[in-house]
């Protein structure tokens, strides 16, 4: 009889975790991620959003909600459980509309439009500058009466950064041969490669290996 139940418990274990392998489809740029919230990485990574009809502010049945989405400080939104929840928008790391993800970074939600085991997005951030006159006459203005120092001035700018995101532990790093190079690693044949050139060839070759890097492993998601 023990055995009887142990055999019925296998099948159903394994039967389980084929249906499960069987809805990892590859994720391409034909791939339609479910629309919805993404509270965590581990939301987007397995493709389980909150449904946006959980959402409660902003109202998801008005005319400007992904407007709103993307401008509001706070939203509140029902649980799996019924339960009424409200995160600041910092708190909240994406969400998807239209088949597409999108992150909240730098106080904005930016598309991902290249997803892949190393994921890609670009996006600004503000730039504060202090700039200090030249020197005239040593350290001062020059005036025969009267020695001022000179006043520097401040400035705010916006710059284009790109981001990397390492599907495989959910970190967000800037994009730059050290941040992929530590990546690659995990692929040496291609890591002996990307190695070997020299540092200007390295960063203008830079997405090409990370392309190399996708297809070698292919990230897997669920449908």
């Known amino acids: 009889m023990k055995k009887t139940y142990f055999f019925i418990l296998l099948l159903c274990v394994t039967k389980l975790s084929l249906s499960q392998s069987d809805s990892l489809v590859k994720c391409d740029f034909s791939f339609e991620f479910k629309p919805g919230l993404y509270l965590q990485f581990s939301d987007f990574r397995s493709n389980s959003p909150i449904p946006f009809e959980s959402v409660v502010y902003p109202d998801y049945s008005h005319k400007d909600f992904y407007y709103n989405l993307d401008t509001a400080k706070t939203i509140i939104f029902n649980d799996k459980h019924g339960l009424l929840i409200k995160k600041q928008i910092s708190e ?132």
């Open 92 to 223: 909240v790391w994406g969400f998807s509309k239209n088949g597409k993800p999108y992150i909240y970074w730098s106080n904005k939600a930016n598309l991902i439009p290249f997803v892949g085991s190393i994921s890609h997005f670009i996006t600004t951030i503000n730039t504060i500058r202090h700039i200090s006159p030249e020197p005239y006459y040593g350290s001062y203005y020059y005036n025969p009466y009267y020695y001022s120092p000179p006043m520097s001035r401040t400035y705010q700018t916006e710059e284009l950064k790109q981001f990397i995101i390492d599907m495989e532990t959910g970190n967000i790093l800037e994009y730059s041969v050290k941040n992929v190079e530590s990546i690659l690693k995990r692929e040496p044949q291609i890591y002996d490669e990307f190695s070997k050139l020299r540092k200007r060839k390295k960063t203008k070759q830079l997405f090409y290996y990370v392309r190399l890097y996708n297809e070698k492993r292919v990230l897997m998601m669920n449908e």
